[in-house]
């Protein structure tokens, strides 16, 4: 299983970026998946996690309102829409999957089962 994250970038305060993960999986629709992130000196956090068919969708707070997870389970891929980003945003973005054997519910910890190598967004003020 691989997953490659794509999207990350270089933005100014303010702005928006879409994270993209596209996972090498037969059975994508049997994996929940998240996104993490990781700042310098900082250990990794949930940002956002979603249910094998879109639904369950969770947020950590810091990014409710402004972060927004879909999937596309024909593309085998999951997104990050991510608005209104601000400086303490930065870090190292990581998609996750997790296999659930046919539970809908998603997974706001770290126990997943595959990652994917990251991508660095940083967010200027």
């Known amino acids: 299983v691989q997953l490659q994250a794509s999207g990350g970038g270089l933005v100014q305060a303010g702005g928006s970026l879409r994270l993209s993960c596209v996972a090498s999986?037969?059975?994508?629709?049997?994996?929940?998946m998240g996104w993490f992130r990781q700042a310098p000196g900082k250990e990794r956090e949930f940002v956002a996690a979603?249910?094998?068919?879109?639904?369950?969708?969770r947020y950590a707070d810091s990014v409710k309102g402004r972060f927004t997870i879909s999937r596309d389970n024909a593309k085998n891929a999951v997104y990050l829409q991510m608005n209104n980003l601000k400086s303490e945003d930065t870090a190292v973005y990581y998609c996750?999957?997790?296999?659930?054997?046919?539970?809908?519910?998603?997974?706001?910890?770290?126990?997943?089962?595959?990652w994917g190598p990251g991508t660095q967004v940083t967010v200027s003020s």
């Open positions: 996750a999957a997790k296999f659930r054997d046919g539970y809908s519910d998603s997974v706001p910890t770290s126990m997943y089962d595959y």
């Open positions: 999986i037969r059975t994508f629709s049997n994996y929940a």
């Open positions: 979603t249910g094998p068919n879109g639904g369950n969708t």
